[in-house]
């Protein structure tokens, strides 16, 4: 029997995890942690449907937190097999679990003990192997992998999982499962356009935008617009963004407005230690990056060329921002405005009418990113509220997410439609959206999971 439990991402954009049943095998793709309000954090704990020691392998598509989060967890549990990757997510994650688990512990309490310490993110470290892009690798008896490049993040994968026929299916040719992970979308210059798989017998698809087009306006003059602006106010523009990616992208961006003339010259602040440390994988891996970016940086050694670039590694560069006078840019982690040094940034400045909040990236619902895109006009911070007076704009042109058209796109290339397609990471109404377009095409067989629903793929066939 081959058969698939969605254990995360089903009816949400977070927690990406399932469990794959090959025969008497399992094997778990993703293990990421759920983010956002109390409803879906708890979800952490969920126990697995088998034992954790039982899975024989787990296969990471990215370091992103809500993709690799748990894995600490599952390690504490027992698991001890191998856990493959693409080279660059390995080293992401040497960075971002050691920190997660850091996090974790500040905010234990008595009732509430760390989802996993540091000690359980070294040992999930240990058990991690880096491979390449295009190389099959075996998972376990009967199942290998190929990471295929999704465009998303450095070293982001889709998967494509090749399970031999076993006796009882009663099938002469193997079986391939693919897995979208979060697909790109081929318009940053950091990174390249992602794969296209021209086969699939299943698809795990994601549908973070299901339902939405992203602003054909290119990101740069999103951005320059807002830092315009800002340099006319001589004020504030805060930009919310992710440590990973979304942080170097927009630094990244900064060099080519400025040698554009787009903007004039600028102070900009990246004041996050995880975004300060990222850089240095990405210049590791100038193979993963796009054509561009690996000319630059075999020209003059680094990425982020910015002359009026700070990059704030610890307190007390952050502490400093403010002995610089406006008009400044600063961009901080989290980007969903859930922690971080932004919560410092938002305190000193949510209420002072000529900043401006710049969202860069997905705000899943209940974070306090979601809460400034929908205009609330409060904001709680370690409990204490900020009335919300400053303007907040949202930075769509650089999300790192497909949008339904540009997922369309990247399905053009199979050859027939898989027999079942799988919409995971999105919200209802973008599921809803993806499963109505895609349905309405011949041959498309669409599935949305809810929350550890399980799939028998292939029956036996005795």
């Known amino acids: 029997m081959l058969k698939i439990a969605f254990l995360g991402a089903a009816g949400t954009v977070t927690g990406s995890k399932y469990s794959v049943t090959y025969g008497s095998q399992h094997f778990l793709v993703d293990c990421g942690m759920f983010q956002g309000d109390e409803t879906i954090t708890r979800h952490n704990w969920d126990a697995l449907p088998i034992p954790a020691r039982d899975y024989k392998a787990l296969i990471l598509t990215h370091a992103h937190i809500d993709h690799s989060g748990a894995i600490p967890h599952l390690v504490s549990r027992g698991f001890d097999g191998p856990i493959l990757c693409t080279e660059p997510t390995l080293d992401l994650c040497r960075l971002l679990l050691p920190d997660s688990a850091r996090i974790q512990a500040e905010q234990a309490g008595q009732e509430s003990p760390p989802f996993y310490d540091e000690e359980d993110a070294l040992d999930a470290l240990d058990l991690m192997e880096g491979h390449p892009y295009y190389q099959s690798c075996p998972v376990m008896q009967g199942v290998s992998v190929t990471f295929f490049d999704a465009g998303h993040i450095l070293g982001s994968a889709w998967l494509e999982i090749i399970l ?96 554009e003339q787009h903007i004039e010259p600028i102070s900009v602040f990246l004041d996050s230690p995880m975004a300060a440390r990222a850089p240095r994988v990405f210049e590791e891996y100038p193979d993963y990056l796009s054509d561009q970016a690996c000319h630059q940086l075999q020209d003059c050694g680094r990425l982020l060329r910015y002359p009026f670039l700070r990059i704030c590694e610890n307190a007390s560069l952050s502490r400093s921002i403010y002995d610089f006078a406006p008009p400044r840019v600063i961009i901080s982690a989290s980007g969903m405005v859930e922690g971080g040094r932004v919560l410092h940034h938002m305190r000193r400045n949510l209420s002072e009418p000529r900043t401006a909040i710049l969202l860069a990236g997905y705000q899943c619902e209940g974070t306090r990113g979601w809460r400034l895109q929908n205009g609330e006009e409060e904001l709680e911070i370690d409990g204490q509220l900020f009335a919300v007076r400053a303007s907040v704009e949202s930075l769509d042109g650089l999300s790192g997410h497909a949008d339904y058209a540009e997922i369309e796109e990247w399905l053009a290339d199979l050859e027939q439609p898989p027999r079942t397609t799988f919409l995971v990471h999105g919200d209802l109404e973008s599921l809803q959206g993806q499963c109505h377009r895609l349905s309405q095409q011949p041959g498309w067989e669409v599935e949305v999971p809810e929350h550890r629903q399980e799939y028998v793929l292939i029956a036996d066939d005795r």
């Open 164 to 259: 031999q026929p076993l006796p009882s299916w009663n099938l002469d040719r193997p079986v391939r499962l693919v897995f979208s992970g979060d697909l790109g979308r081929g318009l940053g210059s950091m990174l390249a356009a992602p794969d296209t798989p021209e086969r699939a017998d299943f698809l795990v698809l994601e549908s973070t935008y299901g339902n939405r087009l992203h602003s054909r306006t290119p990101a740069g003059q999103q951005l320059a617009r807002a830092v315009r602006q800002t340099t006319q106010d001589q004020a504030t523009l805060i930009v919310p963004a992710f440590a990973v990616q979304r942080c170097q992208d927009l630094a990244y961006l900064f060099e080519q407005l400025l040698a």
